[in-house]
């Protein structure tokens, strides 16, 4: 052994609060989700993209010169040009602005229906899951059979009845039984943090059952709400389209991109453009938002955090 | 087994029965006059007797009553209200055939190439396999089916005359819309596959296998698939029903005479008894789906089909 | 005794997104035929990491077997380079391995019999009926009993302990030269931990299969090792037979865990002994002494430089500036509570 000088054997304070000092830094849950996005190139693509989308809604109709209703039995079908940039429709309207204003009500019906959907899902489950026994019981018993009928009969079906065909009675042939899914998910999370002891300890303070829900209950399922939402909003956004391609849904000379697609269909060998825009629109927007959610998802997992 | 087989039975019964019901007083519920189309020309007696004959003078509750009597006792589900005289049954019937062999071929080859991809994506995970099959997939799953169909049709009738644009008959006529239906099961099987293999990879029973000397074939059918197919099986009635949604808008684009065009133009035409008896049928079509799904489940996955009995 | 195993200078790192995590460093040791070796240390120490690379089951990336490891099987062939082919032939016949968890450590969908013969058909090349009949007799071995009946159970039918033997039947069914067993009793109650460890022993001593017990209990390694090796932030930090460790350890880390095992004669009042901090990141480069931080004894050296390897006996040694002659000496009796019954 060499030599070492003694001094080198005298005893050291040891801290060992520093010990358990961490290499690398601390944060927070949300902190660390939204880091993890920004490295998902596509999610951000498709976040871009979607924020396009909305400004374009916006401000289209705006920008085109020409009103969505306007008629001009001079320029009937008339393929993308210069003073139509998306072309016009069998009446002669200016596609460009028509394929906007769809925009705007495809893509309000889409958001408005998943959060209908999920404030109502939420509300339910947490209900149930906070109440627990025989009201859990019947009140999942009633959601799954809910559950089990068909969604797009039940939104067919209430189409029909309801047949006023303005956004009101759209989304609520949309929403009717598009709850239930979140309302099951929504439960399942509950009564897994419902189990942890925090909630035991503040039930026996004596804090309020309304409280515990919003203040515990609900922060802990916002992630997996969030993922639940951004998937919801393309169903919505396919289940109008659907709607309205069979007829039942947007009437002229209001439109959607479903029904600028339904009416585009039928000649759409002849003016292929006239059902390329609406459809570009709808897949890139059905498409956008599932990857987002995709990336939500991977982003928000508590069990990837690195 | 016996009990879960039962259980699943009854709730099957269950929701039909509250559909029926759901969509009898729905389509009694819309205001006006069902016959109203008919009523313009003709003299107040004749209508009557029409009145009569589909019974619509009696209460609601009565013509319920009878609905159900003549739907479970015969299968009767009553007289086209635009088309009198065409049996809703036998309409239903005959068209479900057409829709049916499109329906089959599509879910067919939905499950077979869906699952395979998925398979793939698992197993090459994060290489160009795996990117290219989520790719197909994410497509298959968030463009709709009027996009792809349209798409499929243009290419292949337009521009590059292979096959027959509309119309029904021959093999030829099933292919595009085949194609076109079988794109969303094969894109949801895909993705769906593709999580649970990933998943049960982890597994721990999986470490095991390999630390028994397992090859890598054995290791994926036998241990692998086995455990990664199980879940797939429950997504399988959902999916019979999207294959019939989805045929209403494939059926229109293609022009093919079946259930789904007929469907919408019974909707359009607001012959309410056509309509009440196509969504019955397909009501019972989901739901046996949906009942067959949960007793194959229950057959193939061991936990349920032996019970539990510890020592 | 001929050695079965030699493990020298092992060195396994992890890559992962936030660089390379150095999970065992320069690890060596030997196993005799029939021997049963105990590694004991934290979660995170590297044992588990050691004995899965002594089957090759890490997966490799992330995980890197650094140049210059070797583990050498039987004194001919280094398990490092074994190709896939080899290795096939390896895992289950010359070594095979139990679990922690037996629930999640069994196929679901295989009923417990097919699970047994799956190895006699690969590496004996028996048929079905062969198989069959060999892994009645094996669960008979393990004490299960009506193994007729058992063996077309399927794992979700069997209570936690029985498991945990079918486990070991599947582990021993070609007469391995080696059984690694990682943690096997910690997800089991204390009564069956007691009645695993006893069947192991028993069958250490009927086929004199040599046994790598991986634990971070050492109320469990007292009724069983020959030779117990203490790790440490991916090192070895003391090494000795049974009652060395036991009964004349010198490093402050083995004398922390000895302390912490609780006893029947503690006095109601008294605390449990807990070590403070945690164990390093070990992604960090390590200046000196990896336990320094947390060391009572900690010196200045400590901090400084790693320890130099301290041979007490032939079969006893450790890594701690304790035992210069230059250090202030501590008195292990003062400072290990009372002793283990072994």
Not at chain 1, 26 to 52: C, E, G, M
Not at chain 1, 246 to 269: R, Y
Not at chain 3, 248 to 260: D, F, G, Q, R, V
């Amino acid at each position: 052994m060499e030599a070492i000088p003694k001094d080198k054997f005298r005893r050291v304070e040891i801290d060992s609060k520093e010990a358990e000092k961490m290499a690398r830094p601390q944060i927070s849950y949300w902190q660390d989700a939204w880091r993890r996005l920004k490295t998902n190139k596509v999610a951000i693509l498709s976040l871009i993209i979607l924020f396009l989308i909305v400004i374009m809604s916006i401000i289209g109709p705006i920008i085109s010169g020409y009103e969505y209703e306007e008629v001009d039995p001079k320029s009937l079908n008339q393929p993308p040009s210069s003073e139509h940039w998306f072309g016009t429709d069998e009446l002669g309207r200016d596609l460009f602005s028509r394929v906007w204003q769809a925009g705007r009500v495809s893509i309000i019906i889409g958001i408005t229906g998943a959060l209908i959907s999920a404030i109502v899902g939420t509300i339910y489950g947490g209900i149930a899951a906070y109440f627990g026994g025989k009201v859990d019981n019947i009140m999942m018993r009633i959601v799954e059979i809910l559950y089990s009928i068909p969604y797009l009969l039940v939104v067919i079906l209430v189409s029909i009845v309801t047949d006023s065909k303005s956004l009101g009675s759209m989304l609520i042939a949309l929403t009717l039984t598009g709850w239930c899914g979140t309302a099951r998910m929504v439960r399942g999370q509950m009564l897994q943090i419902k189990s942890q002891e925090y909630i035991m300890a503040a039930e026996t303070l004596g804090v309020k059952p309304s409280k515990i829900i919003i203040r515990h209950l609900i922060p802990n399922v916002l992630n997996v709400l969030i993922v639940s939402i951004s998937f919801s909003i393309p169903n919505y956004i396919f289940s109008e389209s659907f709607l309205s391609f069979i007829g039942l849904g947007i009437q002229p000379p209001n439109t959607s991109w479903g029904a600028l697609a339904s009416a585009a269909q039928q000649k759409f060998i002849f003016y292929p453009y006239q059902l390329f825009f609406p459809g570009l629109m709808i897949a890139l927007t059905m498409l956008s938002f599932t990857l987002l959610g995709d990336g939500l998802r991977d982003a928000l997992d508590p069990r990837l955090r690195e | 087994m016996g009990r879960y087989i039962v259980k699943r039975i009854i709730y099957m019964l269950l929701t039909l029965f509250i559909i029926t019901t759901i969509t009898f007083f729905l389509m009694h519920s819309i205001p006006g006059d069902p016959l109203a189309h008919m009523a313009k020309n003709l003299p107040e007696q004749v209508k009557a007797n029409y009145y009569k004959k589909y019974g619509l003078d009696q209460p609601v509750i009565v013509q319920y009553g009878k609905f159900l009597k003549n739907v479970f006792t015969e299968g009767n589900l009553g007289e086209s209200l635009r088309y009198p005289g065409r049996s809703v049954t036998e309409t239903v019937l005959n068209n479900s055939k057409v829709s049916g062999r499109v329906g089959v071929q599509a879910i067919s080859l939905g499950i077979v190439i869906g699952i395979t991809l998925g398979i793939i994506a698992a197993l090459f995970r994060n290489k160009w396999p795996d990117y290219l099959v989520m790719f197909i997939a994410i497509l298959g799953v968030t463009v709709p089916s009027f996009i792809i169909a349209s798409l499929l049709q243009y290419t292949f009738t337009v521009k590059f005359q292979l096959l027959p644009t509309t119309g029904w008959g021959d093999m030829k006529h099933t292919i595009l819309p085949t194609i076109a239906l079988a794109f969303s099961p094969i894109a949801t099987y895909a993705r769906y596959m593709r999580s649970n293999v990933l998943e049960v990879i982890n597994q721990d029973y999986i470490l095991t296998a390999q630390a028994k000397g397992v090859g890598t074939f054995s290791l994926i059918t036998k241990h692998i698939l086995r455990n990664a197919i199980l879940p797939v099986i429950t997504i399988l009635g959902p999916q019979i029903a999207g294959i019939f949604t989805g045929s209403f808008v494939i059926e229109r684009i293609f022009g093919i005479p079946g259930l789904g065009s007929y469907y919408i133009t019974s909707i359009n035409d607001r012959d309410y008894t056509m309509i009440i008896g196509t969504t019955v049928f397909y009501a019972a079509i989901f739901v046996v789906a949906q009942l067959v799904t949960d007793i194959l489940y229950g057959i193939v996955d061991p936990r349920i089909r032996v019970s539990n009995d510890n020592e | 005794m001929e050695k079965i195993l030699e493990v020298k200078d092992l060195n396994i790192s992890f890559h992962t997104y936030a660089g390379e995590v150095k999970a065992v460093r320069g690890v060596s040791f030997d196993l005799h035929r029939g021997e049963s070796l105990a590694i004991v240390g934290e979660s995170g120490c590297g044992k588990t990491v050691t004995a899965k690379s002594i089957m090759r089951l890490l997966k490799e990336p992330p995980a890197e077997i650094k140049p210059g490891s070797q583990i050498i099987f039987d004194g001919k062939e280094d398990i490092v380079k074994m190709n896939r082919k080899r290795l096939k032939s390896f895992r289950g016949a010359d070594v095979s391995m139990i679990f922690q968890d037996p629930m999640t450590s069994l196929n679901p969908t295989m009923t417990v019999g097919k699970q047994i013969m799956e190895t006699l058909q690969i590496h004996k090349g028996m048929n079905k009926t062969e198989a069959k009949k060999e892994a009645i007799e094996l669960l008979k071995i393990v004490n299960i009993p009506n193994p007729e009946v058992r063996i077309n159970n399927y794992p979700h039918q069997l209570s936690g302990g029985m498991r945990q033997r079918v486990m070991i039947a599947m582990a021993i069914s070609c007469n391995p030269k080696i059984l690694i067993a990682d943690e096997p009793t910690t997800a089991l109650d204390v009564t069956i931990q007691a009645q695993i460890m006893d069947l192991l022993n028993e069958l250490k001593d009927k086929f004199n299969t040599a046994i790598i017990l991986i634990t971070h209990d050492l109320g469990v390694v007292a009724n069983f090792a020959d030779k117990v090796q203490v790790m440490y932030a991916g090192e070895i930090i003391e090494r000795g037979t049974r009652e060395e460790i036991f009964y004349k350890s010198m490093h402050p880390y083995t004398w922390a865990l000895l302390n912490s095992v609780p006893r029947l004669d503690t006095e109601s009042k008294q605390e449990l002994y807990s070590l403070g901090g945690t164990p390093p990141d070990l992604i960090l480069p390590l200046k000196g002494c990896a336990f320094s931080s947390r060391c009572e004894y900690a010196m200045e050296i400590c901090l400084e430089r790693k320890p130099e390897t301290t041979q007490l006996s032939p079969t006893h040694s450790l890594c701690c500036w304790l035992q210069h002659p230059d250090a202030p000496k501590v008195n292990r009796s003062e400072v290990v509570r009372g002793e283990i019954n072994g």
